[in-house]
């Protein structure tokens, strides 16, 4: 079986999907429109390792981010993050844009906080493809239009105009998510406790990218991150609970839970291969785990 597609550059995205290089190496804004003469259109699973924001308007198919898709939405928005698996099967008639970056990018606006920080609708198991009304997609539609002419020109401060559009683009989208969601951040809750809750969950989203070593402790164990995020555990685990109704550890095995359909449905890998890419220690771990969340064997999941 040939192995998952892993894309680490932009260029290297391109060339894979088969569309004109990128003109920079860090981000990149295209409409769907003036890819569909050359990508491809089913495109396998594969990842990357960028951060990216579509807005489709019209098209036929669907679009894969981890265990979501757009199969049957119309107008809407949709993204994902780094190492997310993604595939796609589309008909030559998509209309809308999609920006994509990397971190480093992003960065250089807001160089204190990681994006996921920032924006936690990024993290892999929030990547819910977002339905939009009319007005809504005519004012993301315009945004996407200016980030995507100030990225063509080559005035001063492009680089730095571009990211401003897409700190607004993030916001706009932030705010369609929570709306969506009806996920309702109350006055109560303080600021710390919400930022020590995202720093968690930004750990949690990172632990598991790939060829990481753990020697001594293990990334399924909320002791990992309190010590991190110098907590005791079941400080960690009330905060956790107190602010997302889920305790530390239930969100850690739900992360791991959506990572592993995602490899067993979206890729060839052996359940060993996938039990190390988990960063289990034995296959057999990863099994008697696998079935005590959903009542059925890797395998058994995989076929159905």
């Not at 939009?132 to 315009?142: F, G, I, N, P």
């Not at 632990?207 to 995020?229: C, G, I, M, R, W």
Request: with cysteine; charged share 20%; glycine share 2%.
């Amino acid at each position: 079986m040939k192995p998952l597609l892993h894309f680490s550059t932009l260029s290297a995205y391109c060339e894979g999907i088969q569309i004109p290089p990128p003109k920079n190496e860090f981000y990149d804004i295209r409409s769907f429109e003036e890819n569909m003469k050359t990508v491809k259109h089913q495109m396998p699973p594969f990842k990357h390792e960028f951060f990216a924001i579509a807005l489709k308007l019209e098209g036929s198919g669907f679009a894969t981010t981890g265990n979501f898709t757009t199969q049957h939405l119309k107008a809407t928005v949709f993204f994902n993050s780094p190492y997310q698996i993604v595939h796609w099967d589309i008909a030559p008639n998509w209309v809308g844009y999609y920006i994509i970056f990397s971190e480093e990018f992003y960065q250089q606006f807001s160089p204190k906080k990681s994006i996921t920080q920032a924006f936690p609708f990024l993290l892999s198991d929030q990547t819910v493809p977002l339905a939009v009304t009319s007005e809504e997609a005519e004012d993301l539609y315009h945004l996407f239009n200016r980030i995507y002419f100030e990225h063509q020109s080559k005035q001063a401060h492009q680089e730095e105009i571009v990211l401003s559009f897409i700190n607004i683009l993030l916001f706009k989208t932030a705010r369609l998510f929570y709306k969506q969601n009806h996920q309702v951040i109350t006055t109560q809750r303080r600021d710390q406790d919400l930022a020590l809750v995202a720093r968690f969950k930004t750990l949690l989203e990172t632990a598991f990218y790939p060829n990481q070593v753990y020697e001594t402790q293990s990334p399924h164990q909320v002791q990992f991150y309190a010590d991190k995020l110098s907590l005791h555990p079941n400080h960690l685990n009330a905060l956790v609970k107190r602010i997302t109704s889920q305790s530390a550890s239930d969100l850690i095995q739900r992360h791991l839970l959506s990572l592993a359909k995602s490899k067993l449905k979206n890729t060839p890998l052996s359940v060993k291969e996938i039990a190390y890419d988990l960063y289990f220690n034995y296959p057999n771990h990863f099994s008697t785990f696998f079935k005590k969340q959903t009542g059925q064997s890797p395998n058994a999941f995989r076929t159905t």
